[in-house]
Nanobody
Framework: VQLQASGGGLVQAGGSLRLSCAAS????????VAWFRQAPGMERSFVAG????????YATDSMKGRFTLSEDSARNTVYLEMNSLRPDDTAVYYC???????????????????WGLGTLVTVSS
């Protein structure tokens, strides 16, 4: 499956963005889908994901309170709504899909075989 991430941009602190991850084929309940991000000089880290049962997992309580995952099965698209953005949310955001991802490795980037190109999110202070 091929993935295309979009929706990044420049936003002021406190603002919102909605990222989209569009898949080339049917992914729901066949693939786990996750968002990762990579800030300059940092490793790529897990942000949030949907497992194959539809359960949502967020990396931190802060993200759980500010970010929301949703899905549109008709469009084979997963969204990441990000609110109350902070400068430390600045990063390139990547979406990934994996057909063999399980709950215990949902947050592990090595579990995902399919990656989209990133979309840059810049949050100004």
């Amino acid at each position: 499956v091929q993935l295309q991430a979009s929706g990044g941009g420049l936003v002021q602190a406190g603002g919102s963005l909605r990222l989209s991850c569009a898949a080339s084929g049917r992914i729901f309940r066949r693939y786990a889908v996750a968002w990762f991000r990579q800030a300059p000089g940092m490793e790529r880290s897990f942000v949030a994901g949907i497992n194959r049962s539809g359960g949502r997992v967020y990396a931190t309580d802060s993200m759980k309170g500010r970010f929301t995952l949703s899905e549109d099965s008709a469009r084979n698209t997963v969204y990441l709504e990000m609110n109350s953005l902070r400068p430390d949310d600045t990063a390139v955001y990547y979406c990934a899909a994996g057909s063999s991802v399980i709950s215990s490795n949902l947050a592990s980037r090595t579990a995902y075989a399919n990656w989209g190109l990133g979309t840059l999110v810049t949050v100004s202070s």
